[in-house]
C-alpha cells in the first residue's frame, strides 16, 4: 500500500531484551505490577510490562478498555463509527512500537495528499510528501500573489528557526501572536497554518500556547532530519477498537494479563516510601510493588493523597483543566465526492472543521449509506447546543462546501460530544505537566497531560507509557 508505514524491526523494541526471557524473569521479579486506567497509556504500559515478563493487574472503572479512543456500536445503521476520528503522524514513534506489539501496525495509511476545501467546493489538493508537501506550506491558497508566496517562504523558514531555537517568551504568547511575529501572510494563515495549529493543539490560536504548537513543530523538524522523511499525517483504516484494543486483549492473553474491569481505584496506597497496593471505590484493597497511574488529569484527585508531592501535581491537573471536542457521525444517501479522504474546512464554523471520508479511509462498502465523519476541534460553542441543532448545523457546512450535498438526505446522524477530550493547551500552562517520576520510585504516572514532546495526542498518551515502563524496569531486583 502506498505511503504505509515501515514497522519497527523486533530489534528497535524498547523492552525486547527482557521480553525474550519474559518466564524467567517472572520468576525472578515477583513485584506485583499494577496499572490504573486501561486508556492508549494503561493499555500501552500494561502491554510492555506484561512482554517484559512482569505480574501485571490492570484496573478500568469502566466496562471497556480504549478511554477516550473508542469505536462504537450504531444499531440503527449497523455500523462501528469512533467516538471521533484519530489522526497519526508519521513521527508517533512509540505509537507505532505500540501497535507493532499488538500486532496492528499494518492499519494506518499514510496518503501523498489531502484537500482544502472553500465554499462553493472550489478545491486545492494539499500534499503530505517530499518537495510538493514544502510547496503546500509555503502557499497552498489559490489566491495567494506570488510576494504572498516569497513571504509565506521567509516565515515558515523564520517559524523554523524559532521553533527549534525558541525564544524565551514562547509560552506567554498566542499561536496568533506569533504567527504574526514570523510575518506569516494572512493567505498562508488561512490556508494552512491556523488550522494546522488548531488540530495539533484543538485550541484556536487565539488561545493556543505557541510554545506547544512550537514544540510539536521542533519535535517534527528533529524527526525528519533524523530519518529524511517528513513527518506526515496519517489515519487508521480500521475502526479504533480493532486498531488499539482488539491486539491488547490478546497480549493480556498470552501473558496473563489480568483485566479488572468496572473496578475504581480510589488511592495508591504508600507506606514508609514504597507502594504497597491499591485502595478502590468498593473498599477492598489490592496488593501492588509498583503502580502507573494512567489516568487522565480530570481524574488524578485523591489517587495520590500519600505522595508527598501530591498537591502540586492536583493543582497542575486542575490548572491543564480541559478542552472539547464534537463529532458528527453523517450517513448520507449519496457520495460527496470528496478529492481526498481528509478534507479541510477553510473557513467553516470558525473553529477547525475536517470531513472524513469513511469509504476512502476504511474501503467501507457503501451499501445504501456514505459516512462522513466530521470533527469540531475547540468546539466552545457547539458542546453546549442539543444534538438536532449540532446536525442541522453540520449538515448545513457540508451543503455549503459539497455541492453533491445539497440534495443530500441525512439517513443516520450520530454526535459524540466530548466536553474533556483533551487537556487545555492555552497560554500560561507551560511546565505544568508532572514527570512520570514521582518521589516514590515505584510510583509512575501515565497520561497524554504528563510530561511528553508531543501535544496531546495518543503518542503522547503512548510515550509517557514507555517513560513510566522504561524508569520501572530499571528498579533493582528485590
Ligand atoms: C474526539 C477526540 C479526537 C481526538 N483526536 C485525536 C487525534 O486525531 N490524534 C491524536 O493523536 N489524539 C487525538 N485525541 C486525543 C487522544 O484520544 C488522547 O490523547 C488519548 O486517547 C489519551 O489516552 P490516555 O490513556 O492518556 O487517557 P484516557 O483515554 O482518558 O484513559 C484513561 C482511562 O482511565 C480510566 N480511569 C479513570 N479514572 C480511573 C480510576 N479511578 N480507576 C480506574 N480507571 C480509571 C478511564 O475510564 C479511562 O479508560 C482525540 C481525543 C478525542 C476525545
Not at 514513534?93 to 484537500?115: N, V, W
Not at 450520530?414 to 507551560?430: E, I, N, P, R
Request: charged residues 25%.
Amino acid at each position: 500500500m502506498p505511503g504505509r508505514q515501515q514497522s519497527p524491526s523486533r530489534d528497535d523494541h524498547p523492552f525486547h531484551e527482557t521480553s525474550r526471557s519474559a518466564g524467567a524473569l517472572r520468576m525472578s521479579d515477583p513485584r506485583r505490577y499494577v496499572v490504573v486506567g486501561g486508556g492508549l497509556a494503561g493499555l500501552a504500559a500494561s502491554v510492555w510490562l506484561a512482554e517484559a515478563g512482569k505480574q501485571v493487574t490492570l484496573l478500568e472503572r469502566r466496562a471497556r478498555l480504549g478511554g477516550r479512543t473508542q469505536a462504537m456500536w450504531v444499531g440503527e445503521v449497523e455500523d462501528r463509527p469512533d467516538n471521533g476520528q484519530h489522526v497519526l503522524a508519521t513521527g508517533y514513534e512509540h505509537m507505532i512500537r505500540y501497535l507493532t506489539s499488538i500486532g496492528s501496525q499494518d492499519y494506518l495509511e499514510f496518503p501523498h495528499h489531502g484537500a482544502l476545501r472553500w465554499p462553493g467546493g472550489r478545491t486545492v489538493i494539499m500534499h503530505t510528501k517530499g518537495f510538493r508537501a514544502l510547496r503546500t506550506l509555503m502557499g497552498a491558497h489559490p489566491d495567494a500573489s506570488p510576494l504572498d508566496r516569497l513571504r509565506a517562504v521567509r516565515a515558515t523558514l523564520r517559524l523554523g528557526r524559532q521553533a527549534l531555537r525558541q525564544p524565551p517568551d514562547l509560552a506567554d504568547i498566542t499561536t496568533d501572536q506569533w504567527l504574526r511575529r514570523v510575518g506569516m501572510p494572512a493567505k498562508a494563515r488561512e490556508a494552512v497554518w491556523d488550522w494546522l495549529a488548531l488540530g495539533i493543539a484543538a485550541e484556536p490560536v487565539e488561545r493556543e500556547s505557541a510554545k506547544i504548537f512550537a514544540d510539536v513543530v521542533a519535535t517534527a523538524i528533529r524527526l525528519g532530519t533524523r530519518e529524511r522523511r517528513a513527518v506526515t499525517i496519517g489515519y487508521p483504516t480500521v475502526d479504533l477498537d480493532t486498531l488499539l484494543i482488539d491486539g491488547a486483549k490478546r497480549v493480556f492473553d498470552k501473558f496473563g494479563v489480568d483485566v479488572r474491569y468496572r473496578t475504581v481505584a480510589r488511592r495508591v496506597v504508600i507506606e514508609s516510601g514504597a507502594v504497597v497496593g491499591v485502595q478502590l471505590a468498593d473498599g477492598s484493597r489490592i496488593p501492588a510493588d509498583a503502580v502507573i497511574c494512567a489516568v487522565p488529569n480530570s481524574r488524578i484527585g485523591g489517587l495520590l493523597d500519600d505522595l508527598p508531592e501530591h498537591s502540586e501535581i492536583y493543582a497542575a491537573a486542575d490548572k491543564l483543566g480541559h478542552t472539547p471536542i464534537v463529532s458528527t457521525n453523517l450517513y448520507l444517501d449519496r457520495p460527496l465526492r470528496t478529492k481526498a479522504a481528509m478534507e479541510a474546512l477553510i473557513g467553516g464554523t470558525g473553529v477547525i472543521d475536517e470531513v472524513f471520508d469513511r469509504q476512502r479511509m476504511h474501503r467501507r462498502s457503501a451499501d445504501g449509506t456514505w459516512l462522513y465523519c466530521l470533527t469540531t476541534s475547540g468546539a466552545y460553542e457547539q458542546i453546549n447546543r442539543g444534538n438536532e441543532e449540532i446536525i442541522r448545523e453540520q449538515v448545513a457546512l457540508l451543503r455549503r462546501y459539497y455541492p453533491e450535498a445539497a440534495q443530500a438526505r441525512v439517513v443516520h446522524a450520530h454526535v459524540v460530544k466530548m466536553a474533556q477530550a483533551t487537556f487545555s493547551q492555552v497560554v500560561g500552562l507551560d511546565g505544568l505537566r508532572p514527570d512520570q517520576r514521582t518521589s516514590v520510585p515505584t510510583l509512575m504516572l501515565a497520561g497524554d497531560w504528563t510530561s511528553t514532546d508531543w501535544s496531546a495526542t495518543m503518542e503522547s498518551a503512548v510515550q509517557s507509557a514507555a517513560k513510566a515502563v522504561a524508569a520501572l524496569l530499571e528498579l533493582p531486583p528485590v
